[in-house]
């Protein structure tokens, strides 16, 4: 397979390289490249586009693995209608959806014109602001100019940065002028998004699956993964894991084949994801994952060496989560950060008696998932790590140091 920009893990391990088809030593695929791997754009009509996504359960990737077929048989057909590409990317641990833009972007291109044809409309917004994955697109759009003209009109728009500014709902308010933070009432944009209109609104890795289906057809498209969830997903490895970055794997690929061995503890779906001892017996598919209790969300998994503080980690994180409150909903401003200085004193070896009952009360307290992303966050941390818990409480340390493993920046 093909690994980009990222160290490579064994070559034949993760099987064809199918959304990365094209890219070769971390180099962008070009539109020339891009139509010798990916042939020529075909579309297809809405009840074509989501018989086929239905065929092959096709999942949104971003937080919510909505089926596509549903999301698209709830968007009215016409010119109204809004197609945006959430490109904001706002999980720090996570870089797949840059790296489809950045090496990729005709792909997504392709993936996002689709659905606007199906849907009959002309309207596509791109949402970004990873620099480089912003250029890489402007420059696939005046490849197109040049070359094939585009079908629809494209903009492109630079996205503030923010763990929450990424969340569906904020990105559409901030692409309308306002604030990128979600709104406090929970509208769904098929109904109400982008300029009021009704909006199919998914994240990049979605789109670079539609255009993947229609250039391969869902026999083909199904022929590898996981029955339930068939195809390649895209996962960014972190950590003490058989190779690290962006990496496309088969579903069905069994996740301790990234994550082997005896090690520290696992982060799955990242900061609004589980944390668990090992992932034995787990696969990729998120169907079996999120029947476990355990959402994929953007794809991360994180394996702490087992030299570095746990805790420390997951306080650094559980800190970084309560900075990331919008601060408009109450419970969310100052739960997350009672459930952070709860998780310090654990650390420092103190007692939190409330920890839990406060981790239990910021669930479904607020206008966006954040509260309940959080709560999960640590919740599984004091389920996962009750070693470490011990530890610190009987010496007020484990001996280990904080090794930064989970990144704080990333989303900036
Ligand atoms: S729940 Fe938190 S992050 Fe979400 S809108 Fe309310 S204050 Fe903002």
């Given at each position: 397979m093909t690994t980009v920009g990222l160290p490579a893990a064994s070559p034949t391990a993760f099987g064809t390289a199918r959304l990365?088809?094209?890219?070769?030593?971390?180099?962008r695929a070009d539109l020339t490249t891009h139509r010798r791997v990916h042939g020529p754009q075909h579309h297809r009509t809405l009840d074509e586009l989501a018989a086929d996504a239905s065929r092959v359960r096709l999942l949104g990737r971003g937080g919510a693995a909505f089926p596509v077929a549903t999301k698209l048989a709830a968007v009215p057909v016409g010119p109204r209608t809004q197609v945006v590409v959430?490109?904001?990317?706002?999980?720090?641990?996570?870089r797949k959806d840059r790296t489809l833009m950045t090496l990729t972007p005709h792909l997504v291109l392709d993936g996002a014109l689709a659905v606007a044809r199906a849907l009959r409309t002309t309207h596509v917004t791109i949402a970004v602001h990873d620099e480089a994955a912003y250029a890489s697109l402007r420059a696939a759009l005046e490849e197109r100019t040049r070359r094939e003209p585009v079908t629809g009109r494209v903009d492109l728009h630079r996205q503030p940065a923010g763990f929450v500014s990424g969340e569906v709902r904020a990105v559409l308010r901030g692409l309308d002028g306002g604030p990128a933070v979600p709104p406090s009432r929970r509208t769904l944009p098929s109904v109400s998004g982008l300029h009021g209109a009704p909006t199919f609104a998914s994240n990049v890795e979605t789109f670079a699956q539609v255009a993947l289906l229609i250039s391969l057809g869902p026999a083909e498209y199904a022929a590898v993964g996981d029955p339930e969830e068939p195809g390649t997903t895209l996962l960014t490895l972190l950590g003490d894991t058989r190779t690290r970055g962006v990496v496309e794997v088969p579903t069905d690929l069994p996740l301790d084949a990234l994550v082997p061995g005896e090690g520290g503890p696992v982060l799955l779906g990242g900061y609004h994801g589980r944390w668990v001892h090992d992932v034995v017996?787990?696969?990729?598919a998120r169907p079996g994952l999120r029947a476990a209790g355990l959402p994929l969300n953007a794809g991360v998994v994180a394996r702490l060496p087992r030299d570095v503080c746990a805790l420390a980690e997951v306080t650094a994180v559980a800190r970084w989560l309560a900075a990331q409150s919008?601060?408009?909903?109450g419970p969310c401003l100052f739960g997350t950060a009672a459930a952070a200085r709860d998780v310090g004193e654990l650390l420092r070896g103190r007692a939190a008696p409330a920890v839990e009952a406060r981790v239990a009360g910021l669930v479904r307290r607020g206008a966006c998932a954040h509260p309940d992303g959080t709560a999960a966050f640590v919740a599984s941390a004091l389920e996962a790590l009750p070693d470490e818990l011990a530890e610190h409480r009987r010496h007020g340390t484990c001996g280990r140091p904080y090794g930064g493993v989970l990144p704080l920046d990333g989303a900036g």
């Open positions: 990365l088809g094209g890219v070769t030593h971390g180099g959430n490109g904001s990317e706002s999980e720090p641990a996570s017996g787990r696969t990729a919008a601060g408009q909903c």
